[in-house]
């Protein structure tokens, strides 16, 4: 079974740091593009960020591009996020994501459950 | 970026009527390359990610009952429930990915029960 779980969320005050990480299993962590996406509280979902499978490819929003930072590890079928210098609009619910095709530009699935992120003072 | 767009925000239909919401882009998302638009459809229970429901705008997940189907091309898409059941409550998301990654959502349409 295609899996994703996510972990590393909690509170933090604006200006501080967060790591988040994904564990995957049940397909070839590496093959895949991998993504986040966040979620507001009550709000719509969010593109993040990108990794191509070789980390050869990496892409952000502009809403975190210099705070945020993607990675993997394959060897350990992992995703992260590396967040830094925390707002208080950085408060979601983040979701990672696998890219469903292989061939090009794609939609997501799965998703995983998601671990939530609070900034505030 | 691509705005994704959807109407309307809401909506409250009976149970086994029909449900159309509609998604249009600021641009075209049709790959003239191999003819298929970058659209998929997602819903999201409360409490649940985004469960994917329809891909290149018309092809169905495996698994997602055929009272679902996805039409449309370029710029403008529609999603339909043909019998609406309990359980599709929720709130419906369209995803472009020709801009791929910059990958927009619209702003999401509540389904609920009339």
């Known amino acids: 079974e295609v899996q994703l779980v996510e972990s590393g969320g909690g509170l933090v005050k604006p200006g501080g740091s967060l790591r988040l990480s994904c564990a995957a299993s049940?397909?070839?962590?590496?093959?895949?593009?991998m993504n986040w996406v966040r979620q507001a509280p009550g709000k719509g979902l969010e593109w993040v960020s990108s990794i191509g499978g070789s980390s050869d490819f990496i892409y952000y929003a502009d809403s975190v591009k210099g705070r945020f930072t993607i990675s993997r590890d394959n060897a350990k079928n992992s995703l992260y996020l590396q967040m830094n210098s925390l707002r208080g609009e950085d408060t979601a619910i983040y979701y990672c994501?696998?890219?469903?095709?292989?061939?090009?530009?794609?939609?997501?699935?799965?998703w995983g459950q998601g671990t939530l992120v609070t900034v505030s003072s | 970026d691509i705005v994704m767009t959807q109407s309307p925000d809401s909506l409250a239909v009976s149970l086994g009527e029909r449900a159309t919401i509609n998604c249009k882009s600021s641009?075209?998302?049709?790959?003239?390359?191999?003819?298929?638009?970058?659209l998929a459809w997602y819903q999201q229970k409360p409490g649940q990610p985004p469960k994917l429901l329809i891909y290149w705008a018309s092809t169905r997940e495996s698994g997602v009952p055929d009272r679902f189907s996805g039409s449309g091309s370029e710029t403008d898409f529609t999603l339909t429930i043909s019998s609406l059941q309990a359980e599709d409550v929720g709130v419906y998301y369209c995803q472009q990915y020709y801009t791929s990654p910059s990958y927009t959502f619209g702003q999401g349409t509540k389904l609920e029960i009339k």
């Open positions: 049940g397909f070839t962590f590496s093959s895949y593009f």
């Open positions: 641009q075209s998302i049709l790959n003239n390359s191999n003819n298929k638009n970058h």
């Open positions: 994501a696998r890219d469903a095709y292989l061939d090009g530009p794609s939609w997501f699935d799965p």
